[in-house]
């Protein structure tokens, strides 16, 4: 029996080890009135890429209270989707609804951010996408 708990514990050191770490993408939220603000907070192994990641993403959610608080707009939400993530980068889809008071309709604007989770730094889109020429758009 012995042998066979030291098999089933080496067994489950193996998996351990290959297994890819991800980031951990939580949901932080702030609500007013007519405020409802939902964005990613990014954990990773690394405390700088995860400082400079957030903090990133902090200007965007500060830009959305701005919008609320200061430029008068009667009401502003915001979302995000993790669209892609592997042992290098995590995408992530996010979102801004606006509406100025006496609007007919409220606005979008959506933002995608692929960021190196290693370093922290954002991945422009021409590292994925060669354009050569207008006409190519």
Do not use: W
Not at 8 to 29: E, F, I, Q, R
Not at 102 to 117: E, F, I, S
Request: glycine share 6%.
């Amino acid at each position: 029996m012995g042998i066979f708990k030291k098999l089933c514990m080496t067994s489950m050191l193996g998996v351990m080890l290959t297994v890819p770490t991800y980031a951990t993408v939580v949901t932080g939220s702030q609500s007013d009135v007519n405020l409802d603000l939902k964005y990613p907070l990014v954990y990773t192994d690394h405390a700088y890429a995860q400082r400079v990641i957030n903090t990133d993403i902090a200007n965007y959610v500060l830009e959305a209270k701005d919008m609320y608080y200061n430029q008068h707009i009667y009401q502003v939400s915001q979302n995000y989707k993790v669209t892609y993530e592997d042992s290098q980068v995590v995408s992530i889809l996010l979102t801004t609804y606006y509406y100025y008071a006496g609007a007919a309709h409220g606005m979008y604007n959506t933002r995608g951010l692929v960021y190196n989770k290693v370093t922290g730094q954002r991945i422009p889109l021409y590292n994925y996408i060669k354009i050569a020429n207008a006409a190519q758009l």
